[in-house]
């Protein structure tokens, strides 16, 4: 923290906590309560009990996380390949032509993202690419909205390399090919790990082009809680929506330890 003074810090300190409790801890707070009820009664929930995760972590619910677990593992990777791919191929661009890149991939982020699902479901709803009404076509909504992420992630990670490093290689007789692979995906990989964990997360909480896209037999996990608070099922939804945060955390803190690891190669 950018701040000597022992009143200073605390100061800062007292300011943090009095916009991160309201804004973002109590909230989340409100809903793990919310989880353990069976009902409300006054300002907070009441009637503890363990029988909304029992129906949280089994039939529809499991089956609702499961398909938001391969959505998002299945989607990052898309995204990754196609952000990296163009990241590199943008590197070796004009500034224009960069920048025209960078534009392209940005405009699913531009609007909302209930447009890019409006927009994929005419674009696949008839021949020859019939997408619609398979879990294909939730996952590519969700390749186009996170693909912009690993681009700039990717991007941002390409200006800071080092040249020194391919240089060398190269003077040593290494073919570009061989540079790519062995030289400088090692030298982006932190970088890779944390967009893979971004598009990820990013994939995990996505409802607004889900909603419009996915099929009954494909529903991921947001969307059970969208559908189950819609139905007054307040408690029931919380302790789906714990058991999401508690994933995406845990998927987040496994890329964090990988991302760590390739730091320290």
């Known amino acids: 923290m950018l701040v000597h003074s022992k ?16 804004l973002f801890a109590l909230p989340l707070l409100v809903v793990v309560a919310a ?7 006054g300002a907070l929930p009441s009637g503890p009990t363990t029988a909304n995760y029992a129906a ?25 390949t196609v952000g990296t791919w163009a990241a590199l191929a943008g590197a070796a661009l004009k500034k224009r032509g960069k920048r025209l890149l960078d534009a392209l991939f940005m405009l699913p982020v531009a609007v909302p993202s209930v447009v890019v699902g409006l927009a994929v479901l005419v674009a696949f709803s008839r021949p020859p690419v019939l997408l619609n009404g398979t879990a294909s076509i939730v996952v590519l909504a969700h ?10 992630s990717v991007s941002a990670a390409i200006v800071r390399l ?17 540079v790519l692979w062995r030289v400088r995906l090692p030298l982006l990989l932190p970088s890779l790990t944390a967009a893979a964990g971004l598009c990820f997360a990013l994939s995990m909480g996505e409802l607004s082009a889900t909603m419009m896209l996915y099929p009954p037999d494909w529903m991921p996990l947001p969307v059970r809680i969208f559908t189950a608070t819609d139905r007054g099922s307040l408690f029931s939804g919380s302790a789906v929506a714990v058991v999401l945060m508690a994933t995406t955390l845990l998927v987040l803190l496994a890329v964090s330890r990988v991302r760590t690891r390739a730091s320290y190669r």
């Open 143 to 152: 390749t186009v909205l996170v693909t912009a992420f690993a681009h700039q």
């Open 35 to 41: 989880s353990f009820a069976t009902h409300w009664s």
């Open 56 to 80: 949280a972590v089994r039939g529809e619910s499991l089956q609702a996380l499961t398909t938001s677990l391969v959505t998002a593992v299945v989607a990052s990777l898309l995204a990754l």
């Open 7 to 22: 009143a200073g810090r605390w100061a800062a300190w007292s300011l943090f906590g009095l916009l991160f409790l309201p």
């Open 162 to 178: 080092d040249p020194a490093y391919e240089q060398a290689a190269a003077s040593l007789g290494a073919r570009p090919a061989y």
